[in-house]
Nanobody
Framework: VQLQASGGGLVQAGGSLRLSCAAS????????MGWFRQAPGKDREFVAA????????FYADSVKGRFTISRDNAKNTVYLQMNTLSPADTAVYYC??????????????????WGQGTQVTVSS
C-alpha cells in the first residue's frame, strides 16, 4: 500500500491543523493505521492509532485530549485533527499502516508501510 501524508504547515501555538493520509494499492479497510512523529535529534514516537474499523483508537499521553484520529474507509484516508498545538508538537509527522483486523495497539516496529512525512511547525 502507498501512503501519502499531507496537511502539515506552520501554525501559531494554540492553533489547529488537520493531517490527512491517503492510501492506495490495497484494501484500506484491512489496515490498522497510525500516526507517528519525529523531531530533530529525537527518535520517532507514537502519536495515535486507529483500528481497521475505527472502533478502537489509541493516543500518546502527550496528545490525549488535543488530537483526534479518525478514518474514512470509503475515501481510503485517515486523519489526525490536532488542536491546541504547542511548540513541543513540532516534528515531521508520518502515517503508517499494518495489515491486521486485530483491535489492539500495533507497536511501531510492526507497521509495514510508511508515508513520506509532513512537516508540522508550531511557533510560540
Amino acid at each position: 500500500v502507498q501512503l501519502q501524508a499531507s496537511g502539515g504547515g506552520l501554525v501559531q501555538a494554540g492553533g489547529s491543523l488537520r493531517l490527512s493520509c491517503a492510501a492506495s494499492g490495497r484494501t484500506f479497510r484491512n489496515y490498522a493505521m497510525g500516526w507517528f512523529r519525529q523531531a530533530p535529534g529525537k527518535d520517532r514516537e507514537f502519536v495515535a492509532a486507529i483500528s481497521w474499523s475505527g472502533g478502537s483508537t489509541f493516543y500518546a499521553d502527550s496528545v490525549k485530549g488535543r488530537f483526534t484520529i479518525s478514518r474514512d474507509n470509503a475515501k481510503n484516508t485517515v486523519y489526525l485533527q490536532m488542536n491546541t498545538l504547542s511548540p513541543a508538537d513540532t516534528a515531521v509527522y508520518y502515517c503508517a499502516a499494518k495489515s491486521t483486523i486485530a483491535t489492539m495497539l500495533v507497536p511501531l516496529g510492526e507497521y509495514e508501510y510508511w508515508g513520506q512525512g509532513t512537516q508540522v511547525t508550531v511557533s510560540s
